[in-house]
Nanobody, 115 residues
Framework: QVHLVESGGGLVQPGGSLRLSCEAS????????MGWYRQAPGKQRELVAI???????TTADFVKGRFAISRDNAKDTVDLQINSLKPEDSAVYYC?????????WGTGTLVTVSS
């Protein structure tokens, strides 16, 4: 089992920044990817950014250089730096880990972008 705990969400004004953090615990051998998805009200959950065990990243088109993902294998953490936030970035952001063919999710952290 893998347990994920996210932190760093909150209310921010348009144009602001946030840093989301996710810490994994449990049986962490052979983790393949770590990353972030998001889900806005009434919409499907969508990929934000993931990084594999070799450091290769996959990011959504809407990231467009505004987001940066970083993974620390020694600490079993994955962070997401979000800059130039827009109201449409408002969503619950979920940490996600894929390990030995199984997908694990955190409970999510809410990001609200509003003036």
């Amino acid at each position: 089992q893998v347990h994920l705990v996210e932190s760093g969400g909150g209310l921010v004004q348009p144009g602001g920044s946030l840093r989301l953090s996710c810490e994994a615990s449990g049986d962490l051998a052979d983790i393949y990817t770590m990353g972030w998805y998001r889900q806005a009200p009434g919409k499907q959950r969508e990929l934000v950014a993931i990084v594999d065990h070799l450091g290769k990243t996959t990011t959504a088109d809407f990231v467009k250089g505004r987001f940066a993902i970083s993974r620390d294998n020694a600490k079993d953490t994955v962070d997401l730096q979000i800059n130039s936030l827009k109201p449409e970035d408002s969503a619950v952001y979920y940490c996600c880990v894929v390990r030995r063919g199984l997908t694990y999710w955190g409970t999510g952290t809410l990001v609200t972008v509003s003036s």
